[in-house]
T-cell receptor, first 116, second 112 residues
Framework: DAGVTQSPTHLIKTRGQQVTLRCSPK?????VSWYQQALGQGPQFIFQ???????QRGNFPDRFSGHQFPNYSSELNVNALLLGDSALYLC???????????????FGPGTRLTVL | SQQGEEDPQALSIQEGENATMNCSYK?????LQWYRQNSGRGLVHLIL?????REKHSGRLRVTLDTSKKSSSLLITASRAADTASYFC????????????FGKGNQVVVIP
């Protein structure tokens, strides 16, 4: 089992550009969540995808969008990049099925985005 | 806004000692989880405690939860150099919802 995988590992962009980050969930998982982690901070929830729909969203602007594919993999897109978007972007997968009292989330290694 | 606030922020201990970290949160929760992060990479789930539980153990880890004080503690016993990492508490507010709100984290350094 490969666990959660993310690509690319590192990315350097300039302000105003657009970026796409990719995530493959752990085998058997159907829910993908994305988090942004600024240096020295805890991760911040961006949004969550389930059954190819955005199920819930954190306090992030519309420049952040996503997609989930039928095979449960997911993409995070960020448009009009700002310097403040520089961070580690983490993907987490969980499932399948009902969350109930809560379930363990498996995190990928992250994509380090630097905006110059 | 940050849901969890860990205390202390940084901890340096000798190998073999115990490490204790605390976390407080502001709203009612469904569960609280602790994660470990090595060198700014992916997070590893350590333990989940439900809001109706008071204490939980997993190997060398002991977690307590006091919902009346909205606080939790993580105890690592007999620490090892490999325990050097950042530790985060995260809360899920609602039953059936696993959206996590993370604290700022504790940096723990275990000196061999």
């Amino acid at each position: 089992d490969a666990g959660v995988t993310q690509s690319p590992t590192h990315l350097i962009k300039t302000r105003g550009q657009q970026v796409t980050l990719r995530c493959s969930p752990k085998s058997g998982h159907d829910t993908v969540s994305w988090y942004q982690q600024a240096l020295g901070q805890g991760p911040q929830f961006i949004f969550q995808y389930y059954e190819e729909e955005e199920r819930q969203r954190g306090n992030f602007p519309d420049r952040f969008s996503g997609h989930q594919f039928p095979n449960y993999s997911s993409e995070l897109n960020v448009n009009a990049l700002l310097l403040g978007d520089s961070a580690l972007y983490l993907c987490a997968s969980s499932g399948p099925g009902e969350v109930g009292w809560g379930n363990e989330q498996f995190f990928g290694p992250g994509t380090r985005l630097t905006v110059l | 806004s940050q849901q969890g606030e860990e205390d202390p922020q940084a901890l340096s201990i000798q190998e073999g000692e115990n490490a204790t970290m605390n976390c407080s949160y502001k709203t009612s929760i469904n569960n609280l989880q602790w994660y470990r992060q090595n060198s700014g990479r992916g997070l590893v789930h350590l333990i989940l405690i439900r809001s109706n539980e008071r204490e939980k153990h997993s190997g060398r880890l002991r977690v307590t939860l006091d919902t009346s004080k909205k606080s939790s503690s993580l105890l690592i016993t007999a620490s090892r150099a490999a325990d050097t990492a950042s530790y985060f508490c995260a809360t899920a507010m609602y039953y059936g919802n696993n959206r996590l709100a993370f604290g700022k984290g504790n940096q723990v350094v275990v000196i061999p």
